[in-house]
């Protein structure tokens, strides 16, 4: 079972400051996403990362995926009230890459 | 418009009942997806169908669940005999099937709550 681990799980800070969130396994993915959630709604992709070592800036949202395909980062510039959410990271099965499998989430509160 | 669309938003029913929970892909997707997503908690993979047949449904944790897309668009995720622990968000994604690296557009997902 290729499990997604996840932290911190709660995240509250001020706005202005700087944030990371990681997202670890013991497994190897083929491609790695990070979704964003809001209450009642469904997960909305933020990018897929899909070679080791990769970096993408979409913003002020900077995500990394790791040289052996097992980890990935995630790091928020000046974090501002809209950034609030539910940041979660999934991994493509390499047997089937239309499983994805979920971390628990980082709940992130920014205060203004 | 749209996006995937999912009903009831809400459904209540009690313990042993059985459920049927529905879902809208965007139109022209192929591909559509249930996920579970339990409180503090990631969605948790279900079943994957490519046009109307069940391509992968690995993630169903066991026989009184059961989904179904007959024409290749809407599906229908069905519930037997209700547990208190089948409650959940129920989530429907649906993507283009083009390329290993596949986005899935999710819906806002039915929150079944079993008594």
Redesign the interface.
Known sequence: TQL?E?SPQFLSIQEGENLTVYCNSSSVF??LQWYRQEP??????LV?V?TGGEVKKLKRLTFQFGDARKDSSLHITAAQPGDTGLY?C?G?NRR??????????TQLTVLP | GAGVSQTPSNKVTEKGKYVELRCDPISGHTALYWYRQSLGQGPEFLIYFQGTGAADDSGLPNDRFFAVRPEGSVSTLKIQRTERGDSAVYLCASSLDFGPYNEQFFGPGTRLTVL
């Not at chain 1, 089937?96 to 989430?105: E, K, V």
Request: charged residues 10%.
């Open positions: 997604l996840q083929s491609s009642g709604e469904g997960p909305v992709l897929t899909v979660l999934a493509a089937s890459a239309r499983q994805l499998t979920f971390g628990s989430g």
